[in-house]
């Protein structure tokens, strides 16, 4: 089982619709969950952080975590072209390890 | 500028030469990472500094891969006897240990070919 597992996609949206992007992570111990975009042939940006169970918003951007599921997602409302992009789930266990998915690539249709 | 900031931004090389890239963290966090990305994959956890001290390398980790940071600020990473199979793009990001999060902020990536 992978540690941080995301689904490769694409997953494609139209215009101005809500995209979720979800990531599992296996570590129970996790305690900071952070995700990032990455335009292809770029570094990865930060988008946000999130750390307690619950929502975090910030813009178009929602952060959700659940830690009895183990369970990390984005959502991204009002989608637009320029949206289109990998998404990376990273989970860290401390300061030392942080684990990345291999990213989920948005699409979103005009 | 005071993001992070890599050195070089290309670099191609033949097999079995060796390469130094350098990596310039944004000048108040005292954590600086690598990583290594190829085409389709996350980034990979290549080695860790707190300051000048190198905390964690990868099992995966080659000895024929070797990083510095002398002075707790720039990093160097060198992989010696280049192979194909080190093609990819390698990531530096820096952090602080301020907050509750250690939230990366990654450099531009220098992206290596070895022919």
């Known amino acids: 089982q992978k540690e941080v597992e995301q689904n490769s996609g694409p997953l494609s949206v139209p215009e101005g619709a809500i995209a979720s992007l979800n990531c599992t992570y296996s570590?129970?111990?996790?305690?900071?969950f952070f995700w990032y975009r990455q335009y292809s042939g770029k570094s990865p940006e930060l988008i946000m952080f999130i750390y307690s169970n619950g929502d975090k918003e910030d813009g178009r951007f929602t952060a959700q975590l659940n830690k009895a599921s183990q369970y990390v997602s984005l959502l991204i409302r009002d989608s637009q072209p320029s949206d289109s992009a990998t998404y990376l789930c990273?989970?860290?266990?401390?300061?030392?390890?942080?684990?990345f998915g291999t990213g989920t690539k948005l699409q979103v249709i005009p | 500028d005071t993001g992070v900031s890599q050195d070089p931004r290309h670099k191609i090389t033949k097999r079995g030469q060796n390469v130094t890239f350098r990596c310039d963290p944004i000048?108040?966090?005292?954590?600086l990472y690598w990583y290594r990305q190829t085409l389709g994959q996350g980034p990979e956890f290549l080695t860790y500094f707190q300051n000048e001290a190198q905390l964690e390398k990868s099992r995966l980790l080659s000895d024929r891969f070797s990083a510095e940071r002398p002075k707790g600020s720039f990093s160097t990473l060198e992989i010696q006897r280049t192979e194909q199979g080190d093609s990819a793009m390698y990531l530096c990001?820096?952090?602080?240990?301020?907050?509750?999060?250690?939230?990366?902020?990654f450099g531009p990536g220098t992206r290596l070919t070895v022919l």
């Open positions: 990273s989970v860290s266990g401390g300061y030392q390890k942080v684990t």
């Open positions: 000048s108040e966090h005292n954590r």
């Open positions: 570590d129970r111990g996790s305690q900071s």
């Open positions: 990001a820096s952090s602080s240990n301020r907050g509750l999060a250690d939230t990366q902020y």
